[in-house]
């Protein structure tokens, strides 16, 4: 962004929109990260009670898309990146937790929404086995009509496995909307959805966000596992590797105490043992009892 | 994996696991920082245990490696 | 169990395991020999392969037990 | 193994387990003798408990089973 | 561990790990270093394969069978 | 491993396990010593139970081995 | 053990498991040793395979838990 430029601009647009920027600038600036949410499809009232349960800890912004984007640039910094997620109906989001903080946060704000016929499928709607609690009638045929494995048992509509009716970016007929409503299946979730970020010089996107902490606690598994296996299999003594060591060296001297059968008071009674076991396991493949003392008889 | 090596030895070492310490951890081994895995590293970790998924480590055999840090 | 024992024992050496021979390793460790047992014995491992039993055995668990009567 | 062997036919006759009979036993047998090792034998064996070394064989999962008919 | 940790980055950042490197991964880790461990663990990864020994759970798996040892 | 298998027999005869003592166990078997590597060793064995770590050895199941080599 | 131990060591080392190295060892470690033992392990150990023996331990499930917390 160059400076003549944005100078240009800003002498052919009117005052309140120079203000109306000039905040916007104001509101990007007093954040550590700074985001663009979608709030498409969001009813004003749920809007309005998401604003509180985000307040202090994240603040919304609404503006005119093209003044959004001017304060972007004008910011600079980085932020101007931003600009290629303002389309449709967004705001800004500002907050000085982490990003990855305000995407968690975001993601459990959304609640579920029944779907509509014309909508498209933002995930694989799935219909659940179990009973519907529906009375055997026609609502079993059209169970059956948007493709899930129904039929009449026990006295009502039974669902007999989950059954996956349309997949993820598919349209919603009007039958499956009929359906999903009498079952009370709300498919979508609904809430600020998080298009991208930029926090401290980087810019993130949703993917990115959606950390799994469960895959990063089974890499601080693997990373220690993988240390604790190179030290045993250098035999670099550490405070983990040393009782392992110890232990190996045990059971190698051991092992080849019994391999070589050599008379050690440590080695010996296992070669008794197993000088017992051999005995047993011969005696069970000889199949004339006269051979055999009666301890050892099948 | 290298970014998560760095968090065990901050663990370790006693010092906090933060961006300028993984940062520091990494440059110091030739490792050309992204800075957003570092970040999303750390804000990971927030909600892990460390001492108890590294003695899970101990105590089971070696699990094959993961995936989120991997690469 | 003695029987069995001058079998494994003359497996080991190599010799033949024969009524003369089995009989004679018992006697030297000074048991009453019967020599229906013997003869039985010999009749009855010469159907069995004593170096497979003798391996299974070994691959068998062996017992825990171990140097605690070394001390 | 011949040298344990030879050490349990003697505790199954109730022989004493010494160096003359442990040597007895083997040399009928036919085995060549090594002195020390039937020394390093009954002395080791000296400290052992050999019902209790067996009882450990015994409560251990008995490989007598099928296993070996295999092959 | 520390030390494993630090040799581990550099394996991944595909550095030499020599005393210098992995005394500067420490370092930036705030770990007070010890010249003499450092050493030792250059010395045991000497000709160590790291991709292999990383990979061979220092717990193996139950022996198969013992046949190994036949003939 | 020898550096490991001289900590053990130290262990065993009851003489301390410092670094002298190490060396000269090494050295009569003829292994070129690396003091760094006894250091290290000597150092990490300060924290742990040798009895403990080596009967944990003695506790699982013995290796199978075939008795075969005897003969 | 330690006489085990120390054939061990020589089999690392590389120089040959005979009386003379194995009471050297022995002696340096503090360990009164007994000429008997040192012959019959020489002895035991003469046509065996010492890798392939030590190898069924290192197949044997090694004990993962251990004091291990302590660092």
Known sequence: MSGSASARRTETIPEWKKEEVAELVDFLESYQSVGVVDVAGIPSRQLQSMRRELHGSAELRMSRNTLTVRALEEVDDGLEDLTEYVSGQVALVGTNDNPFGLYK?????????????????P???VIPEGD???DPGPFVGELQQVGAAARIQDGSIQVTEDSKVLKAGEEVSEDLE?????????????????????SEGVLFEPDELAIDVDEYRADIESAAAAARNLAVNAEYPTAQSTPTLLAKAAGEAKALGLFAAIEDPDVLPDLVAKADAQVRTLAAQIDDDEALPEELRG | MEYVYAALILNESG??????NVTAVLEAAGVDVEESRVKALVAALEDVDIEEAVETAAAAPAPASGGAAGG
């Open chain 1, 132 to 134: 519907t609690g529906v």
């Open chain 2, 15 to 20: 010092e906090e696991i933060n961006e300028d």
């Open chain 1, 123 to 125: 995930n694989d709607i």
């Open chain 1, 178 to 198: 009929g359906v999903l409503s009498e079952l009370g299946i709300e498919p979508k979730e609904v809430g600020l959805d998080l298009r991208g970020v930029f």
């Open chain 1, 105 to 121: 946060q975001l993601e459990a704000s959304k609640t579920p929404a029944p779907i509509s016929a014309g909508e498209v499928a």
